[in-house]
């Protein structure tokens, strides 16, 4: 006979001889109900089966419940600012946008994109190391790099299965956002310089669907020495592995007029170097590009052009960079 059956049993006498049963025992009724003893809870995901030091983890930790409605988490949570680019002011200065898909300059980035694209959805000949994150670059200032990263930011940023982080990575002379009609903010020198900083906290959403932005942030006077530390090279592994799905674009200073880019350089997974026509020496050229062979991909844009073939083909009018930084 097993313990409840003889519990059940002598309650049962108990009940028979007129004795009252002790307050906190069960009764009969309640005795007939007891079931084998229910299963230990399974371990909450992600704590595994033992705790620190070895210790089995208890089977009672739960995730922290969720604050009632109307009431205030203990717990803030870390969202993204949103913002909203002038997209007219980016048509009247001769840029993508993507409710003007349809132009040459828009024609000429999709030539430009699908190697890079490619390559960050790991279909390179070869595998690739951060190949989701691409510098873009140029030997001096005023050959056009930030246009071009604009540029191919927001062509990425309108394919279907793609999503883009623009950084602005120009700390010196950051123009990102004042191209996009935007103020700078805590970003990119704030996230270095302050390790309790969250990436979420400084990101810009864009009413551009698929477009993130990453500000230079604050002004910093050791801005050199922060882009070239051990910090800047873990942010840049981070961004690599939090956003797989990401491709990140860095607008990085001139190769030849600071020793920033050439240390992002070894940082990324892909080079743009944008060469100015008609300005660019060969000398710079042949310079930027020995500082960039130890990176797999280099990709070469020749902005400024007078000419594209693809213009005979689509009859589109011909737009180069105003500001050509």
Known sequence: MSIIERA???????????????????????????????PMPAPVRGLGTEGKA??????????????????????????SSQVTVDLHRLRLAGMITPDAPRSRLASEFRVI??????????????????????MVTSSTPQEGKTFVALNLAMSIAMEVDKTVLLVDGDVISPDVLPRLGLENRKGLTDLIASPGLDVSE???????????????????????????SEAMGRLIEELAAR????????????LLATTEA?????HVGQV????????????????SLALLEQCPVVC??????????????????????????
């Open 54 to 79: 070895g210790r089995p983890a208890s089977p009672f930790l739960t995730r922290e419940p969720a604050a009632e409605p109307g009431t205030q988490s203990a717990t803030p949570s870390r969202t």
């Open 272 to 287: 743009v170097l944008v060469v100015h026509a008609d300005r660019t020496s060969q000398g710079s050229v042949r310079e």
């Open 202 to 228: 400084v990101l810009l959403k864009t009413n551009i669907e698929r477009l993130t932005l990453l500000p230079a942030g604050t002004a910093h006077e050791r801005s050199s020495e922060l882009l070239t």
């Open 262 to 266: 050439r240390v992002l350089a070894a």
């Open 8 to 38: 059940t049993q002598r309650l049962a006498e108990l009940k028979n001889a007129g004795i009252g049963i002790p307050d906190g025992m069960l009764t009969e009724e309640e005795l007939a109900g007891v079931r084998a003893p229910a």
């Open 300 to 325: 070469t844009v020749l902005n400024g052009a007078a000419e594209s073939p693809l213009g005979s083909y689509y009859g589109y009018s011909h737009a180069t960079d105003q500001n050509q930084a």
């Open 113 to 134: 994109k699908r190697p890079l694209i490619k390559n960050a959805s790991g279909q390179s000949a070869s595998p690739l190391h951060r190949s989701n994150i691409i």
């Open 243 to 254: 956003y797989p799905d990401r491709i990140v674009i860095f607008d990085s200073p001139p």
